[in-house]
């Protein structure tokens, strides 16, 4: 299952959401999303869980939870529209 993770702290690292959701299960990737012309966050970024049990027992637990100083958004990704 695929993850959006969102009001990330803009020093979070692809590295540190993946730590963050190790706990719950297998990480299959964990992205931070990097705008392209600062080479600095955009504050929100997705992580993919191949057992979506485990995936929806991070979001019950991470969602709403105080992470860098920040309060996360935690919930499944919705399919991105056309453009």
Do not use: C, H, W
Request: aromatic share 8%; glycine share 10%.
């Amino acid at each position: 299952m695929r993850l959006y993770v969102g009001n990330l702290s803009y020093k979070f690292t692809d590295a540190g959401l993946n730590e963050a959701f190790a706990p719950f299960g297998d990480v299959a990737s964990a992205n931070v999303v990097m705008d392209r012309e600062t080479n600095r966050s955009k504050g929100f970024g997705f992580v993919d869980m191949p057992d979506d049990g485990a995936a929806q027992a991070a979001i019950d637990a991470l969602n709403g939870q105080p992470l860098a100083g920040r309060n996360l958004v935690v919930n499944k990704a919705r399919p991105r529209a056309a453009r």
